[in-house]
């Protein structure tokens, strides 16, 4: 305990400081072949350090690869180039065309303000209009700019506000417009970048799509498409599941030629997007990252081109950095979803990134100010009676292996420690002398009046305090980690597994008066289930044999939901169902067959760890539980905890060591937490799992957890 202690007064503090950027607006820019760098900023009259800060994906001196999204900071329209000389900026150039045949009393004044483009863009790619007057006869070649994407900035006819409708996402939303997050978040800066809540019922200012809103569209959507040498109705019937009639309907152009001709622009029909079956409930969502291929994005997803091409035409385009894609709910792949969103598997250790240097907080009641380091004895005999302390020192010396085992992987964490005392005041008194800036996670405190006082004034700085164990708050702040799986979940989990599992088991209830609830929960899930009645008396609980006999079937087995937080219940139902299972189903039987029995519960408590209850019996009826922790193995962990501390860690030592190696690989990842949490699934470690999930402005929320079983008088994880 003496090295404990010592070592926990020899933690060294540094400090480190970070750096605020001022909001601005943003284009996009999709990067075209031959473009580099230098030749994007010349293009927007901005430095190449302004991209390089808004795009941390590249780095100087890289090639960029076409058809990257770039944000591109809105220069004052002129700049330098160098030699004091000041240059314009260079012409937009259309990213494909449409026809459209000149209708009676047309102008082109009237033409250019419907594809809200100028008279001059229409008479550019159309030469004819420069010596002859507009005919109702012709047709023109409409140019197709990148307004969506890029010219966020236009006048407010080309936006519309969308109302979000339940079950929808910003990554269903960015999908249904075309556009990517990075441009939704230029148009709505009221939305939050440290998380992506969304409302029922918000407002969003979305670019409207040509001729049409997401909600009513007026018209057919076409993509115009130059027909390429070789180039025949099959193949663009292939290509795009259109049939050459419906084709040749809308391109008359193509008979007055005589077929289809190199070089003729066409309109090709696209299906119109219902805003109605763009949501969570129908697809999956996914973000195109930075250099991925469709390829690769096939292999990855499990599904081909062709299926990836029917539910995301805009793909016919090319694929690119920064669009949203649209995935089967149903499908499967080396990927993780979440709300989803389809997030990718990343490996912490393969993704640290030294440069990192997070800065950690531990604010735990270790009650030096009350603890004899002189007295070995009285010091172990407090430990043993006061379960915060236990619970902090147990913690904290997991946590100091993981600093050593993040240290071994180069990184470097700055560490201050502040014994709490167990005390509001305290805890007061450690913040306002903290300069929490320069924060990048707080690990506890223990008490809720601490951890909500931590919180509120946390949240001021965005820093992410994480609740190391169980904490019922009523907290509303977005900052805090609640490391902890709750019952809820917990329980949640338990059901699924049991309806994945199910076939055609007989399903019986016991269930005292104080669990009714949890009852009415399984009966939603399993509406054919028999209840057994719990008899309740003054001092004792139990349940009727002769009852509970009779609602066993000897022919399939029997699944036993026990639902109590009272260990007599506990005791008696697990010693009767016991003797079921040892008794035959029929004394005359020759054959000698037994009743199949299996007991579970959705929580198993203290209870079910009383003294007075048999593991043998659990054991016999395979117990099996949701649980937030399972017993690790003689893993390099344990090994490394028992040459520091001389001692076998217990769950607190493991769980202390998974949340804090868990928090430090996320920070060395992405020096922030809420930033990280965006793209880093489930994680496991020795004894514990760590999938936060974010619900609305409450917080994250662990939504990890093992089922276990108790067979052969051994604890062990069903897969």
């Known amino acids: 305990m003496n090295h404990f202690i010592k070592r926990f007064l020899l933690l060294i503090i540094f400090a480190v400081s970070v750096s605020g950027c001022k909001a601005q607006k943003f284009t996009t820019h999709s990067?075209?072949?031959?473009?580099?760098?230098?030749?994007?900023?010349?293009?927007?009259?901005?430095?190449?350090y302004s991209i390089l800060q808004l795009n941390k994906e590249i780095k100087q001196g890289d090639d960029l690869r076409p058809n990257t999204i770039l944000v591109i900071p809105k220069s004052t329209g002129v700049a330098s180039n160098g030699g004091g000389e000041i240059k314009k900026s260079t012409q937009e150039e259309p990213i494909s065309f449409t026809s459209h045949k000149v209708?009676?009393?047309?102008?082109?004044?009237?033409?250019?303000?419907?594809?809200?483009?100028?008279?001059?863009?229409?008479?550019?790619?159309?030469?004819?209009?420069?010596?002859?007057?507009?005919?109702?006869?012709?047709?023109?070649?409409?140019?197709?700019?990148?307004?969506?994407?890029?010219?966020?900035?236009?006048?407010?006819?080309?936006?519309?506000?969308?109302?979000?409708?339940?079950?929808?996402?910003?990554?269903?939303?960015?999908?249904?417009?075309?556009?990517?997050?990075?441009?939704?978040?230029?148009?709505?800066?009221?939305?939050?970048?440290?998380?992506?809540?969304?409302?029922?019922?918000?407002?969003?200012?979305?670019?409207?799509?040509p001729g049409s809103t997401v909600e009513n569209q007026e018209t057919q959507l076409y993509l115009s498409y130059?027909?390429?040498?070789?180039?025949?109705?099959?193949?663009?019937?292939?290509?795009?599941?259109?049939?050459?009639?419906?084709?040749?309907?809308?391109?008359?152009?193509?008979?007055?030629?005589?077929?289809?001709?190199?070089?003729?622009?066409?309109?090709?029909?696209?299906?119109?997007?219902?805003?109605?079956?763009v949501n969570t409930d129908n697809f999956n969502f996914y973000e195109v990252k930075p250099k991925q291929t469709e390829f690769s994005l096939t292999r990855k997803f499990g599904i081909s081109y062709e299926e990836l091409l029917q539910l995301n035409p805009d793909l016919k385009e090319g694929l690119k950095a920064g669009m949203v894609l649209k995935l089967p709910k149903e499908q499967e792949g080396d990927f993780e979803v979440r709300n989803s969103l389809v997030l990718d598997k990343i490996n912490l250790i393969d993704s640290i990134d030294v440069a990192n240097r997070p800065e950690i907080m531990f604010l735990l009641p270790f009650r030096l100010d009350r603890l004899d380091l002189s007295d070995k004895s009285e010091v172990a005999n407090t430990i043993d009676k006061r379960n915060s302390l236990k619970y902090s020192l147990g913690l904290y010396s997991g946590a100091l292996v993981a600093l050593d085992s993040i240290a071994d992987l180069g990184v470097s964490v700055n560490v201050k420690t502040f014994d709490n005392?167990?005390?509001?005041?305290?805890?007061?008194?450690?913040?306002?002398?903290?300069?929490?800036?320069?924060?990048?996670?707080?690990?506890?405190?223990?008490?809720?009046?601490?951890?909500?006082?931590?919180?509120?004034?946390?949240?001021?700085?965005?820093?992410?305090?994480?609740?190391?164990?169980?904490?019922?708050?009523?907290?509303?702040?977005?900052?805090?980690?609640?490391?902890?799986?709750?019952?809820?979940?917990?329980?949640?989990?338990?059901?699924?597994?049991?309806?994945?599992?199910?076939?055609?088991?007989?399903?019986?209830?016991?269930?005292?008066?104080?669990?009714?609830?949890?009852?009415?929960?399984?009966?939603?899930?399993?509406?054919?289930?028999?209840?057994?009645?719990?008899?309740?008396?003054?001092?004792?609980?139990?349940?009727?044999?002769?009852?509970?006999?009779?609602?066993?079937?000897?022919?399939?087995?029997?699944?036993?939901?026990?639902?109590?937080?009272?260990?007599?219940?506990?005791?008696?139902?697990?010693?009767?169902?016991?003797?079921?299972?040892?008794?035959?189903?029929?004394?005359?039987?020759?054959?000698?067959?037994?009743?199949?029995?299996?007991?579970?519960?959705?929580?198993?408590?203290?209870?079910?760890?009383?003294?007075?209850?048999?593991?043998?019996?659990?054991?016999?009826?395979?117990?099996?539980?949701?649980?937030?922790y399972k017993l690790p193995e003689n893993n390099s962990f344990s090994q490394r905890y028992e040459r520091k501390f001389g001692s076998v860690p217990d769950r607190y030592a493991v769980r202390g060591f998974d949340l804090t190696f868990d928090l430090l690989l996320k920070l060395a990842f992405k020096n922030n937490l809420i930033e990280a949490s965006k793209f880093v699934g489930e994680t496991a470690y020795s004894g514990n799992k760590f999938d936060y999930e974010r619900k609305g402005p409450s917080g994250y929320f662990n939504q990890s957890s093992y089922i276990m079983t108790i067979e052969d008088l051994r604890i062990k994880e069903l897969k």
């Open 421 to 628: 005392q167990l005390q509001l005041a305290k805890t007061k008194e450690i913040l306002q002398k903290e300069n929490l800036s320069t924060t990048s996670a707080i690990v506890g405190p223990l008490d809720l009046a601490s951890l909500k006082e931590t919180a509120v004034r946390a949240s001021n700085k965005q820093v992410p305090v994480i609740a190391p164990i169980p904490a019922e708050s009523d907290l509303s702040l977005s900052n805090v980690f609640y490391s902890y799986t709750s019952t809820d979940v917990l329980r949640d989990h338990m059901l699924d597994y049991m309806m994945d599992k199910h076939d055609d088991q007989n399903i019986i209830i016991i269930a005292d008066s104080a669990s009714s609830k949890i009852k009415n929960f399984i009966l939603q899930k399993f509406p054919d289930a028999k209840s057994a009645k719990v008899i309740e008396e003054e001092k004792n609980i139990g349940v009727n044999i002769d009852g509970l006999r009779q609602l066993l079937s000897d022919e399939v087995e029997n699944w036993v939901f026990l639902e109590t937080e009272n260990f007599k219940l506990v005791s008696s139902v697990t010693s009767i169902l016991n003797s079921f299972q040892n008794a035959l189903k029929n004394p005359d039987n020759t054959k000698r067959e037994r009743i199949q029995l299996r007991l579970f519960s959705t929580n198993k408590n203290s209870a079910f760890e009383n003294e007075v209850i048999s593991n043998t019996h659990l054991s016999n009826i395979k117990f099996t539980y949701p649980s937030v």
């Open 103 to 209: 209708r009676k009393k047309e102008t082109l004044y009237g033409i250019s303000r419907r594809f809200n483009i100028t008279e001059e863009d229409i008479k550019k790619y159309n030469p004819e209009l420069y010596s002859s007057q507009l005919d109702k006869r012709m047709t023109l070649k409409i140019p197709q700019y990148r307004r969506t994407n890029e010219t966020l900035g236009g006048n407010e006819g080309d936006f519309e506000m969308y109302t979000v409708a339940p079950k929808e996402t910003r990554w269903s939303i960015a999908h249904k417009y075309g556009i990517t997050i990075d441009s939704m978040l230029v148009l709505n800066p009221e939305l939050s970048k440290a998380n992506n809540y969304l409302a029922a019922g918000q407002e969003l200012k979305m670019p409207k799509l």
């Open 226 to 277: 130059t027909v390429p040498p070789k180039m025949n109705f099959f193949q663009l019937k292939q290509k795009y599941g259109v049939e050459p009639d419906e084709i040749v309907r809308l391109n008359p152009e193509i008979t007055e030629k005589g077929g289809l001709k190199e070089g003729m622009v066409i309109r090709i029909p696209q299906k119109k997007l219902d805003a109605g079956e």
């Open 31 to 48: 990067v075209e072949k031959g473009e580099t760098l230098e030749s994007v900023a010349e293009k927007y009259n901005v430095t190449q």
